[in-house]
């Protein structure tokens, strides 16, 4: 039996695309500030961590890595053109990046009815946790947002103690809150590095399609592939994840 659920934020339960103009809105910052008006460039620095015309590249920085990983994809090309010292840069950028999804007018738009859905899984009798790159600041300014307080029996972020995705400390903590084993708990997310996390859990991964990867992004590492978090409300689902859970149980007894 599925007992947990852990759901990645951004291109999961909530749209990417304020990602997407955050690295937008900072990349434009960087080149202000350094003085640069050549749109050559301003490009090569949206596509060293992944934005593209029409979206994100799956396996770009700004798709799931932390903030400060997304700091070293643009220092590596602006210093093609400044010398910049990368320790102090690196925390102005993370700041950039934060305060960019921590203004008062984000949208933070779900991608689907999230209290809805998380009443029903646990109507079910399943846990609903969050596991995000994102740093807690900025998750839980989502949460306020929202008004979600309520509806998460865990909150995983990155927040200088918990180690980030794909590292399984995240699932490991919540394992361990309910007693769960890890092939009872479902990972949920729209990267590569996320079906990642579930492998090196232990646990199911589930794939979704709503955010920056594709079928043939996932298809290789995740165990189960929904169009999105909305197909989580049907049975068929749930008892899929269930199967692959007794399966699991059973070759691990």
């Not at 979600?148 to 927040?159: M, Q, R, V």
């Amino acid at each position: 039996m599925i007992k947990g659920i852990l759901f990645d934020k951004d291109g999961t339960i909530i749209d990417f695309s304020l990602w997407r103009n955050a690295g937008i809105n900072t990349v434009a910052t960087i080149m202000k500030e350094q003085g640069l008006e050549d749109a050559m460039i301003e490009r090569s620095l949206q596509r060293s961590i992944g934005i593209t015309e029409k979206g994100v590249e799956p396996f770009g920085a700004l798709a799931y890595k932390t903030h400060e990983d997304v700091a070293a994809e643009i220092h590596f090309i602006l210093s093609k053109y400044k010398k910049i010292d990368f320790m102090d840069f690196k925390v102005h950028v993370a700041e950039l990046l934060r305060n960019e999804v921590l203004r008062d007018d984000v949208e933070f738009r779900e991608t689907t009815d999230l209290r809805t859905l998380f009443g029903h899984l646990k109507d079910n009798g399943i846990k609903v946790g969050l596991a995000t790159a994102d740093s807690y600041q900025s998750a839980m300014h989502m949460v306020n947002k929202l008004n979600h307080h309520d509806l998460y029996d865990f909150f995983g972020s990155y927040d200088g103690v918990m180690k980030p995705k794909p590292n399984k400390d995240m699932c490991v903590r919540f394992c361990e809150m309910y007693g769960f084993k890890p092939y009872e708990v479902a990972i949920v997310g729209d990267s590569h590095n996320d079906m990642l996390f579930a492998r090196n859990s232990g646990a199911i991964g589930v794939g979704v399609l709503s955010g920056v990867s594709s079928k043939i992004n996932l298809k290789d590492t995740a165990d189960i592939i929904i169009p999105s978090v909305d197909s989580l409300f049907d049975r068929e689902v749930l008892d899929a994840l269930d199967y692959e859970a007794s399966e699991r149980r059973f070759k691990t007894a």
